[in-house]
């Protein structure tokens, strides 16, 4: 089992910076690939990002790749998010999301892949 909690949302303006965290519980966090999922008021949820257990492998969605950047410290059980550049079509409940799967690559886009997730935390950004 793993508990996920994130921290680090609120309201910033367009063009700022934020960095979410996501706290796991758990004495095996790193053989887990961590992502960040979004949702918006009225759309479906939307893969954000995903790192490998290791850290070394990341897998960006296009609306993102450049402004944010994911990463993971194994030793304090954390994934962060860091955002730059903001814009208001950010504006979700990020969630965190841990996958104990080995599958391809590609499938760590999808919601289905992972097991456990946080209860979401949330970004605003105004114009």
């Known amino acids: 089992q793993v508990q996920l909690v994130e921290s680090g949302g609120g309201l910033v303006q367009a063009g700022g910076s934020l960095r979410l965290s996501c706290a796991a519980s758990?004495?095996?966090?790193?053989?887990?690939?961590m992502g960040w999922f979004r949702q918006a008021p009225g759309k479906e949820r939307e893969f954000v990002a995903a790192?490998?257990?290791?850290?070394?492998?990341?897998y960006y969605a296009a609306s993102v790749k450049g402004r944010f950047t994911i990463s993971r410290d194994n030793a304090k059980n954390t994934v962060y998010l860091q955002m730059n550049s903001l814009k208001p079509e950010d504006t979700a409940v990020y969630y965190c999301?841990?996958?104990?799967?080995?599958?391809?690559?590609?499938?760590?886009?999808?919601?289905?892949?992972?097991?456990?997730w946080g209860q979401g935390t949330q970004v605003t950004v105004s114009s």
């Open positions: 758990g004495r095996t966090f790193s053989s887990y690939v």
């Open positions: 790192i490998r257990g290791s850290g070394g492998t990341t």
């Open positions: 999301a841990a996958s104990g799967l080995t599958v391809p690559g590609s499938d760590y886009y999808y919601a289905r892949t992972y097991g456990y």
